[in-house]
């Protein structure tokens, strides 16, 4: 099963069996038949042995050579007998990953906007982002590691790219007036939460602040602050302490 757009390939499998469940060995070198198009796809092996020679059942396991840009869930279950086999006193095919599920990798989109005679246009407001990946991601997943770019309100851009080591990652960041944050290569439903950890005393719009990444798509979290009053125009009050600026991150941290 294709979950955000199907491959542009047939996937790649291995076939392996097992007497033991410990020690497995390669079944067949050939590819099964495939049936079906779009998001869901069938595979069949024939002509599997269900014993070995010395009358041992075997066990099964496939493992997927899973496609860029996807990530691999397994479900297993039994094999279907055939012919001979075809008895309900025969013991049933044990398959380790028999169903087979891909989900393409998707984004996120951090924006701002401040709005008001007395916004602070030029200030960097403080966010984070907690991803929490989904559940069983890393039973046959390696950690992922992912990238976001930040496009300033000059239109130049930053990178940086930061690997989770466990089920959750929380990257930190700033974000002025008309500038974005997008954050590429995430697992398909992820989850997320953004939240604006300091506010610089202004009201706060946040759209979309959390969900799950869809699979092959973009989630789009918008954040407007808005402050305004007497004293008119652009200028905060004077009699108002400037908020803290933070420094510019060094190269190599998060941004």
Known sequence: TWEGSSGSTTPTLTLQQSTNGTDWETATDNQPNWTGTGST?????????????DGVLYQYR????????YDVYYVDGIATDVGDNQS????????????IRNVKRGELTVSKQVTGNRGYYTQQFDFSV?????????????????????TNADGTTTTVEKAFTGNTLIVTFTLA??????FTNLPGDTAYEVTETNNYGHSLSPEGENGTIPAGDTAEADFINHRSGGGGGDTPDPDEPDPDIPDEPTPGEDI
């Open 41 to 53: 796809q069938t595979y069949t092996y024939t002509g599997l042995p269900k014993y070995n020679e």
């Open 62 to 69: 496939v493992i997927e050579t899973v496609p860029d840009g």
């Open 88 to 99: 309900e006193k025969e013991p049933d095919t044990p398959v380790e990953n028999l169903d």
């Open 130 to 150: 907690t991803f929490t990946l989904p559940e069983g991601f890393n039973n046959a997943n390696g950690w992922p590691t992912i990238s976001y770019t930040k």
């Open 177 to 182: 007036h008309g500038e974005s944050i997008t």
